[in-house]
């Protein structure tokens, strides 16, 4: 009879060690999983701020090449201050309050 309850003992201890175990194996691989997905994410993040930035990058170069075109001047000054050559009538919409 002790030898039994010797036996079951040991099967008790050996189960709870083994769960223990699996509970730690399982514990750090959900981690890693959530660490991989963070880092998956901020590079997925980074991989749009550098299209992003390429494309600036190649809006400036053509920038760069126009500014000695006369028309070029004049579309840049149209579009980002408003300017109209001489002769143009400029019709501006004003917001309702």
């Given at each position: 009879?002790n030898?039994?309850?010797?036996s079951s003992?040991?099967?008790?201890w050996?189960?709870?060690?083994?769960?223990?175990?699996?509970f730690?194996t399982?514990?750090a691989?959900?981690?890693?999983?959530?660490?991989?997905?963070?880092?998956?994410?901020?590079?997925?993040?980074y991989?749009?701020?550098?299209t992003?930035?390429?494309?600036r990058?190649?809006?400036?170069m053509?920038?760069?090449?126009?500014k000695d075109?006369?028309i070029?001047?004049?579309?840049a000054?149209?579009?980002e201050?408003?300017?109209?050559p001489?002769?143009?009538?400029?019709?501006?919409y004003?917001?309702?309050p």
């Amino acid at each position: 009879m002790n030898v039994k309850k010797q036996s079951s003992s040991l099967k008790l201890w050996f189960f709870l060690l083994w769960s223990m175990m699996a509970f730690v194996t399982l514990s750090a691989a959900i981690l890693k999983f959530y660490k991989m997905k963070r880092l998956d994410d901020k590079m997925r993040s980074y991989k749009q701020k550098i299209t992003a930035l390429e494309q600036r990058q190649k809006d400036l170069m053509i920038d760069i090449q126009n500014k000695d075109d006369p028309i070029w001047i004049e579309l840049a000054l149209m579009e980002e201050l408003g300017v109209i050559p001489e002769g143009a009538i400029k019709i501006t919409y004003l917001e309702d309050p």
